[in-house]
Structures are given as structure tokens and as C-alpha cells.
């Protein structure tokens, strides 16, 4: 029997960053992450964009707006101290017409309400920040938007939790719950205090503790089109308008950590879990539970799903995803785009009462376990004040049994 005072399910970014607040607050803790995969950062964590939000996109009243901005601020200074370069690219909004220039108005005052470093500009201003960006009279300008590599992100914290003593498990897969026993692929765990940080697997572990019951994951696919051409085409991150009702952002210009770009991502429906390509890690029961909601959501057109469906599967031309991200600059050499890059999914939650994806964090728990329900974007951003607000959750349920 393996014992702990803490059991943390999933080394992605927000099992680490959890495991590493509770480390830091009690170091005589004894924490152990299991993970199913070889190393931490297989999945969401180390497959995103690496964009580190400002948090101008999120109402006041969200955990979103509350964790982005100090987020931002401690996950450059975590990768100062250890070594990871970050990328300060900076980041604008443009508006394609007159209709959009009211919305960035309403991001900006969001933006300011949260305490972000934010600015309109004028397409003059735009031009000095990257003179091949295209607006209609205005454009929002946030300084503090900045770029890293995810998975050496993942792995710096890996390294730097093994050093405090935090142990892992890797290759250990949850299976059950029983009589108070975590049962594994790798035997059995026993623990004091249990944190579901399992991402697309966190609504399923979460049902077997009787938490969540009235959500689901529906997972959605994020590619983005690498550029290999010669001329650089931008200098900073370049992002449409996007539609507040739901929570994708739209095709957009990424500057990556090492100066170069791409464009993306995608937001495909996903038909299982971990539907990185047509065969990887398929499985019928999730294929069948997922196409059950997707249709359903197809059918009734809840949030637009089926208007969704059809844009985002035409983005899977190479030409259409290039004229979707020609409409943000002036110029661009449009057969510089060429590579695929490497498929992240979003374990984007839905609430199958309402039929709404959930836009904001979900954490639900009592005095033997708390589940991450819900951590979609900017969690990445957000995960190291994030971490410290589960923890203090966490102590306050530990001294209330």
C-alpha cells in the first residue's frame, strides 16, 4: 500500500502547480502525483499555444479574471528563476469592421476592470507595434501578453517539485475508488486528502466520487499551421475579434517562444478523448458517448454547435485556414505555411442540463477529495495563483472534518 497525505491525479500543469503550493505551504507534506503517461505534460499542458494571457477577455465576476493577470505575472517570474525563456511579443486586437470596434471598446473596459495593462490604439500606434497588422479605426494593444514553451515549462516544474520532494508515478493509470483505496494500474494508493487534476479524464473520475454529475467533456481539437517561408510576416501576436458567447478565440497569429509563428488553432469536435489523429488511442465507449452529445447539440444548435461544426471542419484546408488569418494582416506570403503542427485537445466542459459549455473554472469537493472540473483557457496562465486558491480550498475542507 502506497500512502500519502496528498494524492494528486494528473501531472499537467494544474496537478504540479497544486502539488507545488502545498509543498511550499507544508513541507513535511508527503505528495504523490500519479500520471498514466511517461512524463508530465502529455496532454492539454504541454500541447498548447504557450500564449500567456493579460486577461482582458473575462467579466470580473470570473475565476478567469481574477487568477489571468497575476498569473501571467508569476509564471514569467517562475521561468526567470529557472532558466525558461519567455518571449514578451506583446499581443493586438484588430477589428475586420465597424461592428467589431464596439466589442474591443467592451474588452477594454473588461481588461481595465481586471486590473490589466491595456490600451486602445490607433492604426498609427498599430503600425509601430507591427506595420503589417490591418484594423478599422482602432486596435487593442496588451504589453503584457508573452509566449513560452509549454512542455519545458511542464518540465522545469517537474524538476523543480522532485527537488522539493514531491514524488511522481508515471505510466499509472487511475482505475477505481474503493473502500476508501485508490485503485491503480500500478497497485494500490491510499491517501489522506485526494486532488482529481485529470483534465480530460477529470468528469469521469469525478462521477465515481459522486461530484459533477450534471457535467460532461466534450473534447475539441486544436491545430495550428506552422509558417516555413523566408519573410517574416508579423512581429507580435495578431488576434481577431472574437465571439464572447463562446470560448474560442478564433484563427489568430502565435509569435512562439523561439520568434517564430504560426496560425491557429482549430476547434474541432472531438469524437474521443484523445482523438489526436483517426486512430490514436480510440476508444468505443468514449466514441459513442461523446457522438451522443454531439449530435444532440447538432441537433438543437445549442451555442451555435452545428454552425461550429461546419466552420471548424473547413479549416481543415490549408487554404481556407490561410484566408481565415490573411484577413488580420495586410500582406502574407500565403504558401509559407505549410506544417502541421502537433494536435492539442481542450477538454472544454458542457453542462447537459443547459446544454452550455462552461466558460469558467468548476471546482467541486468536501472533506476527502476536490475535482478540477473545469481549467480550459487561460488555465495554463492562470495555474500558479490558481494552484494557491485549490490549496487554500483544500486546507479549509481538511480542518472542517
Known sequence: MNNSDY????????????AWE???????????????????????????????????YYTADSLKAKFTAKGNSSMKSFCKENGIKVNSCQKVVVAKDESEVKVLHQLFERGKSNGVDVRIINSEELAQIDPNAKTTQIALHSPSTATVDPLEVCLGLKKKLCEMGVEFSFGTKY???????????????ETKYFINAAGLYADKIAHEWGFGKKYTIIPFKGIYLKYTGQEPVVRTNIYPVPNLKNPFLGVHFTVTHDGHFKIGPTAIPAFWRENYSWSE??????????????????MTNAFRFRDLAFEEMKKYSKIHFVDLARALVKKMDAKGFTDWGRP????????????????????????????????VSPAFTCSFPFAEYIRNIVESKVRAR
Request: aromatic fraction near 8%; hydrophobic fraction near 40%; charged fraction near 20%.
Open 7 to 18: 494524492l494528486i491525479v494528473g501531472a499537467g500543469i494544474i496537478g504540479m502547480t497544486i
Open 22 to 56: 502545498l509543498k511550499r505551504n507544508d513541507p513535511k507534506a508527503k505528495i504523490l502525483i500519479i500520471e498514466k503517461e511517461d512524463d508530465a505534460g502529455r496532454h492539454s499542458s504541454g500541447r498548447n499555444s504557450g500564449v500567456l494571457h493579460s486577461g482582458f
Open 175 to 189: 482505475i477505481a475508488r474503493k473502500n476508501g483505496v485508490i485503485k491503480t494500474s500500478k497497485g494500490l494508493f
Open 281 to 298: 488511442n480510440f476508444s468505443l465507449n468514449e466514441f459513442f458517448s461523446i457522438l451522443y452529445y454531439e449530435a444532440k447539440l447538432f
Open 344 to 375: 492539442g485537445i481542450r477538454a472544454q466542459l458542457l453542462n447537459t442540463e443547459t446544454s452550455e459549455l462552461v466558460q469558467d473554472f468548476v471546482i467541486e469537493g468536501d472533506a476527502q477529495s476536490l475535482h478540477i472540473l473545469n481549467a
